[in-house]
């Protein structure tokens, strides 16, 4: 069964920062073959993407929202992923997502909820 579980949402006051982590179980490639990206989805707006990770790491992609402010990663040891978020601002909240992509493979999370508010 194949799983991505993220973690690490919650509520956090403008200016600060969260780590999200997507872990993932059962997938039936290695997960080093995978681009890993993150979506976000706020209330009443479409899902776009966030930042698109590269299976060596690199971030090939960010929203021009949140460039400077966010850093993907990747532990492909961990079959993890990461999204380090800083000067959060209230318009970053949403639910966030990890998607597992590899050409007709592509595996999501439940999400999970960030709340940036005063």
């Known amino acids: 069964q194949v799983q991505l579980v993220e973690s690490g949402g919650g509520l956090v006051q403008p200016g600060g920062s969260l780590t999200l982590s997507c872990v993932a179980s059962g997938l039936p490639l290695n997960f080093l073959l995978y681009d890993v990206n993150w979506y976000r989805q706020a209330r009443g707006k479409e899902r776009e993407l966030v930042a698109s990770i590269g299976v060596d790491g690199s971030v090939t992609n960010y929203a021009d929202v949140v460039k400077g402010r966010f850093t993907g990663s990747r532990d492909n040891g961990k079959t993890s992923a990461y999204l380090q978020m800083n000067s959060l601002k209230p318009d970053d909240t949403a639910v966030y997502y990890c998607?597992?992509?590899?050409?007709?493979?592509?595996?999501w999370g439940q999400g999970t909820q960030v709340s940036v508010s005063s």
């Open positions: 998607q597992a992509k590899y050409f007709r493979y592509e595996f």
